[in-house]
């Protein structure tokens, strides 16, 4: 089993729709948990930290369900800008960030 | 403006060759990384450093190196032995102490190919 393993993508969306992505960890010692996005061909940049008790910011909500190992993030509102691939990211033994592989999502007019 | 800077942007070596991917940051971070990055797949940890003239291996380090003899600069060298080394390679930085806020910042990446 995969440490950190994302919903297989591509997402294809209208502009206004709702999409969701969840991703599962398997170290359930992990205290740590970000959404990162990444532009085609760029680095990724982080998004926003997950909290046990869920956070939002604007149009994004991320939350942790640590019973079951998986942290979400929701994207209300969907617009053509919010198209990249979301990388969930899980801190690891030794502190270490592990990377999902990715989901991307493609916001259509 | 404070930021990593990663050269070159893009280089082609023939096999057989070494190759070094410089990585340079002014925002004063403890803790250097290098990750690589596959079509379809998240990135790998390749190496890291949390001191200076310290690092440790990561999940794929063989048939790379690095040093870290200043705190701003942190190499990686793609040596021959690599296998498969046509990818493109993220260094990234963090305030060490801080590293569980996820607060990596990444250079704009170098995309090497091997010919």
């Known amino acids: 089993r995969k440490e950190v393993e994302q919903d297989p993508g591509p997402f294809n969306v209208p502009e206004g729709a709702t999409v969701a992505f969840n991703c599962t960890y398997s170290n359930s010692a992990s205290q740590s948990f970000f959404w990162y996005r990444q532009d085609c061909r760029k680095e990724p940049k982080l998004l926003m930290s997950v909290y046990s008790s869920g956070n939002e910011d604007g149009r994004f909500t991320a939350q942790l369900n640590r019973a079951s190992q998986y942290i979400s993030l929701l994207i209300r509102d969907s617009k053509l800008s919010d198209s990249a691939t979301y990388l969930c990211?899980?801190?690891?033994?030794?502190?270490?960030?592990?990377f999902g592989q990715g989901t991307e999502l493609s916001v259509k007019p | 403006d404070g930021g990593i800077t990663q050269s070159p942007k893009y280089l082609f070596r023939k096999e057989g060759q070494n190759v070094t991917l410089s990585c340079e940051q002014n925002?004063?971070?403890?803790?250097m990384y290098w990750y690589r990055q596959d079509p379809g797949q998240g990135l790998r940890l390749i190496y890291y450093?949390?001191?200076?003239?310290?690092?440790q291996k990561g999940d794929i380090a063989e048939g790379y190196s690095v040093s870290r003899e200043k705190k701003e600069s942190f190499p990686l060298t793609v040596t021959s032995a690599q296998k498969n080394p046509t990818a493109f390679y993220l260094c990234?930085?963090?305030?060490?102490?801080?590293?569980?806020?996820?607060?990596?910042?990444f250079g704009e990446g170098s995309r090497l190919t091997v010919l």
């Open positions: 990211v899980v801190n690891g033994q030794g502190g270490k960030l592990i």
């Open positions: 925002l004063n971070h403890d803790a």
């Open positions: 450093s949390q001191i200076v003239n310290d690092f």
């Open positions: 990234a930085s963090s305030i060490f102490a801080r590293v569980s806020t996820g607060e990596l910042f």
